[in-house]
Nanobody, 124 residues
């Protein structure tokens, strides 16, 4: 059984920063990778960033490239998402997910376990 718990969301003004954390238990850190997705009201869940747990290879959506950074601490079974230069359009619920196998990193259906999500609100 894998449990995934996000934390660190909140409300900030445009240009501000937040750091999200994702703690995974069980077999999560023997999995292939983890990722962050987000979902704004009335929109589909979209890919934000992904990382492989062995070598730490990262991938980002074009919309966040250069502003967000994903990282991992395997000793703590935790993945982080640093959000800088936030914009109002970054407002969404952010979800952390575990990808057990080497599937496409940017697809929702590539991920096997999901957290409950954490709200990020950016005001202008």
């Amino acid at each position: 059984q894998v449990q995934v718990v996000e934390s660190g969301g909140g409300s900030v003004q445009a240009g501000g920063s937040l750091r999200l954390s994702c703690a995974a238990s069980g077999r999560a850190f023997s999995s292939y990778g983890m990722g962050w997705f987000r979902q704004a009201p009335g929109k589909e869940r979209e890919f934000v960033a992904a990382i492989t747990l062995s070598v730490g290879r990262t991938n980002y959506a074009d919309s966040v490239q250069g502003r967000f950074t994903i990282s991992r601490d395997n000793a703590k079974n935790t993945v982080y998402l640093q959000l800088n230069s936030l914009k109002p359009e970054d407002t969404a619920v952010y979800y952390c997910a575990v990808r057990i196998y080497s599937r496409p990193y940017n697809r929702v259906d590539s991920y096997d376990y999901w957290g409950q999500g954490t709200q990020v609100t950016v005001s202008s």
